[in-house]
């Protein structure tokens, strides 16, 4: 299981950004899959989460109405589109796959993903 993760950045407060979440070595079918963030000095967070099985969704509440996560089977990624950026958005973001059935924590808690990409850098500037 392999996931890579693209799209980050420089922008400036206000701006988009899409982040992509490319999967190999396993198809969504059975899995959740999950963009979470770490700002420096920070905890990881849930930020948006997607269930492939029955295709709920999760947002953290500070991202509601702003980032939109979206899934492509066919390509095998998940998209995070993320519109009108804040500097509190600035972190590097990861994206993570678990089994749908091992959500032990929730859909948007980090302890319940296995595979994790590496991250990548969104700086937003004010």
């Known amino acids: 299981v392999q996931l890579q993760a693209s799209g980050g950045g420089l922008v400036q407060a206000g701006e988009s950004l899409r982040l992509s979440c490319t999967a190999s070595g396993f198809t969504f079918d059975d899995y959740a899959i999950g963009w979470f963030r770490q700002a420096p000095g920070k905890e990881r967070e849930g930020v948006s989460c997607i269930s492939s099985s029955d295709g709920r969704t999760y947002y953290a509440d500070s991202v509601k109405g702003r980032f939109t996560i979206s899934s492509d089977s066919a390509k095998n990624t998940v998209y995070l589109q993320m519109n009108i950026l804040k500097p509190d958005d600035t972190a590097v973001y990861f994206c993570?796959?678990?089994?749908?059935?091992?959500?032990?924590?929730?859909?948007?808690?980090?302890?319940?993903?296995?595979?994790w990409g590496q991250g990548t850098l969104v700086t937003v500037s004010s």
């Open positions: 993570a796959a678990t089994r749908t059935w091992g959500l032990e924590y929730g859909l948007g808690h980090p302890s319940s993903y296995n595979f």
